[in-house]
């Protein structure tokens, strides 16, 4: 049996590779790169909805047996209000910092991505120690949301005035700190034997503020019915991949 340091290592490398992803900007037209966007925007939003109410949730609350559930729902919110924390602090800062210099706008965005993604790798890592199949779940969710946010933030470094290439290599350089979270959530998890059932919850949290407050809205706010109607079946698919997946890990035990 794979135990979690390896499953950790292999799955932060994996999603550090996302990166890369950026590259696609250089060869699809503008309008096409937008709608691809937007569709796994969908995706994910439905992917991490389904993962934190089908899988981390439900395992949380089997972990936490039959004592009381609020500490392990105050938990939830506490993830929930990390990010809306930090989401925050990161707006402001690129509202004051857009005015002077579109450089601090970059730099902000990759200081802010490297901590996003370090706390990622906390989670995955804590999701591994609990079991091999919830880290899969949160690995696939975490990657599908990975994909868009890559795609955006090396926009937004070129923006910055970076060159494409090394626009590439830092976006990977912040995107591989997952690998250090997913490490340093090891060690942890191994020196405080109940933080994998504190990072559940709080990745639950995570996963739906991040679902509900940046993706959702996103794929709201096209004005064509169709499309709208499009995306939310592609939202509908990611919950439904969530729940095939646990099926999956029914028949399989």
């Known amino acids: 049996m794979v135990d979690p340091l390896a499953w950790t290592v292999a799955t932060t490398v994996?999603?550090?590779?996302?990166?890369?992803i950026g590259v696609l900007t250089l060869?699809?037209?503008?309008?096409?790169?937008?709608q691809l966007l937007l569709v796994l925007v969908a995706l994910a939003a439905?992917?991490?909805?389904?993962g934190a109410f089908l899988h981390l949730l439900p395992r949380a609350l089997a972990e936490a047996g039959a004592a009381d559930t609020v500490p392990l729902f105050l938990v939830v919110i506490a993830g929930f209000?990390?990010?809306?924390?930090?989401?925050?602090?990161?707006?402001?800062?690129?509202?004051?910092?857009?005015?002077?210099?579109?450089?601090?706008v970059s730099s902000l965005v990759l200081v802010?991505?490297?901590?996003?993604?370090?706390?990622?790798?906390?989670?995955?890592?804590?999701s591994f120690l609990?079991?091999?199949?919830?880290?899969?779940?949160t690995t696939v969710a975490i990657a599908l949301h990975e994909i868009?946010?890559?795609?955006?933030?090396?926009?937004?470094l070129v923006y910055g005035g970076f060159e494409k290439r090394r626009a590439l290599v830092l976006n990977y350089l912040t995107q591989a700190t997952v690998i250090l979270g997913g490490l340093v959530g090891i060690v942890l998890g191994d020196a405080f034997a109940g933080l994998p059932r504190i990072l559940l919850p709080f990745a639950a949290g995570n996963f739906i503020y991040i679902a509900s407050s940046d993706l959702i809205p996103e794929i709201k706010s096209d004005e064509n019915p169709w499309?709208?109607?499009?995306?939310?079946?592609?939202?509908?698919?990611?919950i439904l991949l969530m729940l095939g997946i646990r099926l999956l890990r029914g028949v399989l035990g």
């Open 14 to 20: 994996l999603i550090s590779l996302t990166a890369w």
């Open 27 to 34: 060869f699809l037209r503008e309008e096409l790169l937008d």
């Open 46 to 50: 439905g992917s991490l909805i389904g």
């Open 81 to 104: 209000c990390a990010f809306y924390v930090l989401e925050q602090f990161i707006q402001w800062h690129h509202h004051h910092a857009a005015v002077h210099d579109r450089d601090a």
């Open 112 to 126: 802010s991505d490297a901590i996003h993604n370090f706390i990622d790798g906390l989670v995955i890592a804590g």
């Open 130 to 137: 609990v079991g091999p199949s919830v880290g899969i779940v």
């Open 148 to 156: 868009p946010q890559e795609i955006g933030d090396f926009g937004v």
């Open 227 to 238: 499309r709208s109607l499009a995306y939310f079946a592609v939202f509908l698919l990611g």
